[in-house]
């Protein structure tokens, strides 16, 4: 006799194609929810492709191309003297950089000039350059007549100053030799100033000058005049290098308080503007 276990209950036969429909309806709703975890899901696609539409349109719209600045070169001579320290606690205390071309006799004319150009040397912003050892003890003419002795005067200040860089003055002539910006306002200097650029000096001379009275020191220019005639030499294009404007003044004008005020003044409003660039000498175009 065969079991009953074989041929089994009717009833439950019935029910287990009812069970297999549902188990198969529970696999495939597991399938559909199932992602594996290694694909992005749909919502971060959607939120990534938001964010870079939002991170293009806040991106910044072109700057408009920068105006160029106009190169301003402050530069006082004939120190280190009675102005001097004037003229250092002024541009330190408006930050401003400044280049002093200084005359090697005076450094070691006393204790307090030595102790002055200590301080300039160690100064930040402040550049120092020379302008020749004796001064041509103002005799021009007869100084620039010897050019051997010339570029032997001025290195004397080179090396006892150990000077860093080789940008000269000439005392007493406006004369320029920075590459091939040559210039000489008196030509009885030609070849001195020749001789003294074959020897490696860079020579800057000046567009404009702070006038001063040589008798009483003062300055001649109040800061806001100053100012027009630099403006006015811009303008006007009165320059060796087109945008570059060479200032030369000098120490021994600030030693009183109305000149010093006059300087503070001027680089107060010098500071305003902004569309001068203060520079130094070495950063003139065509210097080493
Ligand atoms: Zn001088």
Excluded at 89 to 112: A, C, K, M
Excluded at 172 to 188: M, V
Aim: proline residues 6%.
């Amino acid at each position: 006799m065969e079991s009953s276990d074989d041929e089994g209950d009717p009833a439950a036969a019935r029910l287990q194609p009812a069970l297999a429909i549902r188990a198969l309806l529970l696999l495939s709703f597991l399938l559909f929810c199932y992602q594996p975890q290694s694909r992005p899901r749909s919502a971060p696609r959607a939120f990534v492709a938001a964010e870079v539409k939002t991170v293009a349109v806040k991106k910044k719209p072109k700057a408009p191309p920068k105006k160029a600045r106009k190169k301003l070169y402050l530069t006082f001579d004939d120190g280190p003297n009675k102005g001097t320290k004037n003229v250092y606690t002024i541009v330190r205390d408006e930050g401003v950089p400044v280049t002093f071309f200084l005359v090697g006799e005076h450094v070691f004319d006393s204790h307090g000039q030595r102790v002055l150009f200590d301080s300039l040397r160690g100064a930040p912003l402040v550049e120092l350059c020379n302008h020749s050892y004796s001064h041509a003890h103002s005799r021009y003419s007869s100084y620039y007549g010897v050019p051997d002795s010339v570029v032997a005067d001025f290195r004397r200040t080179h090396d006892s100053l150990d000077l860093r860089n080789d940008v000269a003055r000439t005392p007493g002539r406006n004369i320029w030799r920075i590459d091939s910006l040559q210039a000489t306002d008196l030509k009885a200097s030609t070849a001195a100033a020749d001789s003294l650029q074959r020897a490696g000096f860079q020579l800057m001379g000046w567009d404009a000058e702070w006038h001063f009275d040589h008798k009483t020191y003062a300055v001649e220019q109040d800061a806001e005049t100053l100012l027009r005639q630099i403006d006015s030499a811009f303008s006007r294009n009165r320059l060796k290098c087109p945008g570059h404007l060479v200032l030369l003044a000098h120490d021994q004008a600030f030693a009183a308080p109305a000149d010093s005020l006059q300087l503070r003044r001027f680089l107060q409003a010098l500071k305003k503007r902004d569309d001068y660039e203060l520079s130094l000498a070495t950063e003139y175009p065509g210097v080493r």
